[in-house]
């Protein structure tokens, strides 16, 4: 009888991990689907001019989307001005001097921060920029990127100086370096590799937003003159034209997606080689 | 001098080098910058949406009107819809990324993780739009031709599976977030597994029990940091935009089917605030933000405290 019962438990326990192997595949299918998709739907809206040209009319095929492409840099690099400065600072603040409430709170607050819905950061940019301008710009937009990318920067900041050993500060001040030079010239250069994983990691995130672009940055169908005009961007073009009638659109709408997962990729592949090789040393 | 005190911590102090207390003014500045952003969010859409609280005080959120041409405005079909779709993700996502998380942990050899934790993590990394376009273009008309259909021959007799298959729709939104809240779910609690201590496992199994009793036993060991990567994925679902009006239908109804197109509340939002032209439209519409801002805070604040309670002995999660 108990020799059944071990039996019974032993093949309970490996229909369990199968039933475990099967989630993973369960879970691969649509990641695999949606990569097929993109692929295969998108590949073909590639043409030199689709990273060329401006969107033609309604009605008129071919053009391209080279200002949205465009547009979604620029965005990024006006998120990035505002939450660089302010993600790098913060972090090397929890970091060197986090041991306090007043750290801890703003810890706390970062994290809750990075849950923030992007739809939330749009309606914001809306109330802080777009109502006092009275119209959309890219500045906007920038805010709302902006936003969600700090999180992310004073985090993996904070975890990356955290990583530089304590007795590289201590020689260091030993030395008689004055603490402000010991951390921004020693702690932070250390951390460097690190620290450019996190930009990136919230770069390729924001350079993927939609939702706060929608009512900030609008959309444009010219190329951009000025940053207080509305902006065309990537992700609200592939919106606009995926929900779209026109079967061109559609195709362009893919072709969009897949160079957004193409520039996503490429980031988080660098930032892969960013850590593997230049972080092994302090990990 | 006593201000100085209050604000620059004494080992700066006693070095008396300006640089220093320069440098620390500065990042606590930025520090401080970052609290005062959450407030300064909240008082924006505090005082942005004071003409619809005035107008219709805490019934706002029982009213299921929404008629922006009577100027007629209540919360409930979207309170509904982002209830009822983040509930259809957590049931779906959470017995799948815990099965994901366990062979992550536990069964799967190095060469054969490492690349599994990759391709997990990277459906993280793909943005909600191509989510949305897939869903549109691919899940939806999959739905309606053979999964619905199906759905409704087999369980038609529950009133939640009736209805005329338009693919589009609550269900399809449910499906869309699942997809999406797995990564961060699995993630998270395959770190809470592996921090769960070694000698936990062997003293299981060294009392007779099988592999799977020691996972479960590690489990229960790391329960509340799985809770808390559950609750992150609420937070996720809760404020998930544009893969979700891509395919939920957006129409202000409530409906006991799945079947039937619905909207929740980050999707109007996306929807409806270019074309909100009347201050008590932008009110209704901000109300409805300030309510996901506070909402999605609130969960947030519970996950990471439950995160934190676990890992802070062990080794970092990284999210």
Partial sequence: ?283 | MKLRELIIPAQLREGENRGDSIFYLLTAFFALMIFLLVVLMFYEMYSMSSLTREKFGFTFFFRSVWDPVLEEYGALPFIYGTVVSTLIAILLAVPLSLGIAIFLAEVAPVWLEKPLSFFVELLAGIPSIVYGLWGFFVMVPWLRSTFQPFLSETLGFIPLFQGVPYGIGMLAAGFVLTIMILPIISSISRDVLRSVPRSQYEAALALGSTRWQAVRIALAYGRSGIIGAIILGIGRALGETMAVTMVIGNRPSISLSLFNPAHTMASVLANEFTEATTDMYVSALVEIALVLFLVTLLVNSVARLLIWSVTKNTKDVRL
């Fill in chain 1, 1 to 283: 009888m108990s020799m059944l019962q071990f039996k019974i438990r032993r093949i309970r326990s490996t229909l369990m991990f199968i039933l475990c192997g099967f989630c993973v595949i369960l879970a691969l299918i649509p990641l695999i689907l949606i990569f097929y998709h993109t692929l295969s739907l998108g590949v073909g809206a590639l043409t030199v001019e689709f990273f060329t040209q401006l969107p033609k009319p309604v009605g008129e095929p071919g053009g391209g989307l080279a200002n949205a492409i465009v547009g979604t840099l620029i965005l990024v690099a006006l998120g990035s001005c505002i939450s660089l400065p302010v993600g790098i600072f913060a972090g090397i603040f929890l970091s060197e001097f986090g041991n306090n409430m007043f750290a801890q709170a703003v810890r706390f607050l970062t994290d809750v921060l990075s849950g923030l819905p992007s739809i939330v950061a749009g309606v914001v940019a809306y109330t802080l920029v777009v109502v006092p301008m009275k119209h959309f710009s890219a500045y906007a937009g920038g805010v709302a990127l902006g936003i969600l990318m700090i999180p992310t920067i004073t985090r993996t900041t904070e975890e990356m100086l955290k990583l530089v050993p304590t007795t590289l500060r201590e020689a260091a001040l030993a030395l008689g370096i004055a603490r402000w030079k010991v951390i921004l010239r020693i702690v932070l250069r250390t951390a460097i590799p690190g620290v450019i994983t996190g930009i990136l990691l919230a770069i390729a995130r924001a350079a993927g937003e939609t939702a706060p672009l929608l009512f900030t940055s609008l959309n444009n169908r010219f190329w951009h003159t000025t940053l207080d005009q509305p902006i065309a961007s990537l992700t609200v073009f592939i919106y606009n034209y995926g929900v779209s009638p026109f079967e061109d659109w559609i195709r362009q709408a893919w072709g969009g997606a897949l160079v957004l997962i193409g520039m996503i990729l490429l980031l988080s592949l660098a930032v892969r080689f960013v850590t593997q090789t230049r972080m092994k040393g302090l990990q």
